[in-house]
């Protein structure tokens, strides 16, 4: 069983800053990428941020410059520094997470996603 537990969500003035935190713990043998969503209502829920393996990062159009993704591997922890907050990127944020249980199911190439809870963020004034 693996577990993603999100942290650090809250209210923000616009041009304020927030950091949410989401550690995975539990039958994890690798992590292949760990990303951020986030979701309103009425909405599709949106990739805001991703990370893989590897290092690389991709973000969203409407993040890009403003959001930062970072990652502590031994802790299994995916980071998202948000500056220069808007009332748009209010929204309940997800974590994610692409990883392998077992070394067998690794060498099957047999990835599973897991989904933490939410935290909700919300920026007004």
């Known amino acids: 069983q693996v577990q993603l537990v999100e942290s650090g969500g809250g209210l923000v003035q616009p041009g304020g800053s927030l950091r949410l935190s989401c550690e995975a713990s539990?039958?994890?043998?690798?992590?292949?990428?760990m990303d951020w969503y986030r979701q309103t209502p009425g909405k599709e829920r949106e990739l805001v941020a991703s990370?893989?393996?590897?290092?690389?990062?991709n973000y969203a159009d409407s993040v890009k410059g403003r959001f930062t993704i970072s990652r502590d591997v031994a802790k299994n922890t995916v980071y998202l520094q948000m500056n220069s907050m808007k009332p748009e990127d209010t929204a309940v944020y997800h974590c994610?997470?692409?990883?392998?249980?077992?070394?067998?199911?690794?060498?099957?190439?047999?990835?599973?996603?897991?989904w933490g809870q939410g935290t909700q963020v919300t920026v007004s004034s």
């Open positions: 994610n997470a692409d990883l392998f249980t077992s070394s067998s199911n690794a060498r099957k190439r047999l990835s599973f996603r897991y």
């Open positions: 990370i893989r393996s590897g290092g690389s990062t």
């Open positions: 539990g039958s994890i043998f690798s992590i292949n990428a």
